[in-house]
T-cell receptor, first 113, second 114 residues
Framework: KNQVEQSPQSLIILEGKNCTLQCNYTVSPFSNLRWYKQDTGRGPVSLTIMTFSENTKSNGRYTATLDADTKQSSLHITASQLSDSASYICVVSSTGGGNKLTFGTGTQLKVEL | SQTIHQWPATLVQPVGSPLSLECTVEGTSNPNLYWYRQAAGRGLQLLFYSVGIGQISSEVPQNLSASRPQDRQFILSSKKLLLSDSGFYLC?????????????FGPGTRLTVL
């Protein structure tokens, strides 16, 4: 069964600090992995996408890594801001009809002053 | 540019009442369309997806149904709501031959069944 597990479940950090979120997956056959940011009460918005051959991808202060051998990904947030407070969801796509995705339950990040 | 709309934004319904949530996409043709439900503390669960008008695939058994009467319109319905239907419902679209099959999400509908 395809699964995506994220850790930690929740995280509180001070503004300006860095943090790293983890994602482990057991999805086969693997197509790509995305990190989404979901503000409270809103739809998820894509941050990064990585295919099998990519091991790092940046989007501003967000940097995602992928180790396809160990089936692990991380999302590093640099110099956090209050607006980074959100749920960060790891999503893994498997090849097959209908573009089906397997979603993690997300890491709830809160950035405080 | 493409945009996706959902309405209503929030809805409070009594148990046993009907449901109709609407999703429309602008700026693209022949999209794949999806309905997801997100329960508190849970990951997004795919409910239905559609690859074309009148073509609906159901991922989980439930008392919900979906319809696609037009190319860019996707409707989620129920004849009688259950308490367990409460949740955050998200519609999404992807291009048939898009960049790595990326899905774009709508703003969501918060449904509370009392």
């Amino acid at each position: 069964k395809n699964q995506v597990e994220q850790s930690p479940q929740s995280l509180i950090i001070l503004e300006g600090k860095n943090c790293t979120l983890q994602c482990n997956y057991t999805v086969s056959p693997f197509s790509n992995l995305r990190w989404y940011k979901q503000d409270t009460g809103r739809g998820p918005v894509s941050l990064t996408i990585m295919t099998f051959s990519e091991n790092t991808k940046s989007n501003g202060r967000y940097t995602a890594t992928l180790d396809a051998d160990t089936k692990q990904s991380s999302l590093h947030i640099t110099a956090s801001q209050l607006s980074d407070s959100a749920s960060y969801i790891c999503v893994v796509s498997s090849t097959g009809g209908g573009n089906k995705l397997t979603f993690g339950t997300g890491t709830q990040l809160k950035v405080e002053l | 540019s493409q945009t996706i709309h959902q309405w209503p934004a929030t809805l409070v319904q009594p148990v046993g009442s009907p449901l109709s949530l609407e999703c429309t996409v602008e700026g693209t043709s022949n999209p794949n369309l999806y309905w997801y439900r997100q329960a508190a503390g849970r990951g997004l669960q795919l409910l239905f997806y559609s690859v074309g008008i009148g073509q609906i695939s159901s991922e989980v058994p439930q008392n919900l149904s979906a319809s696609r009467p037009q190319d860019r319109q996707f409707i989620l319905s129920s004849k009688k709501l259950l308490l367990s239907d409460s949740g955050f419902y998200l519609c999404a679209w992807s291009a048939l031959a898009g960049d790595h099959n990326e899905q774009f999400f709508g703003p969501g509908t918060r449904l509370t069944v009392l």
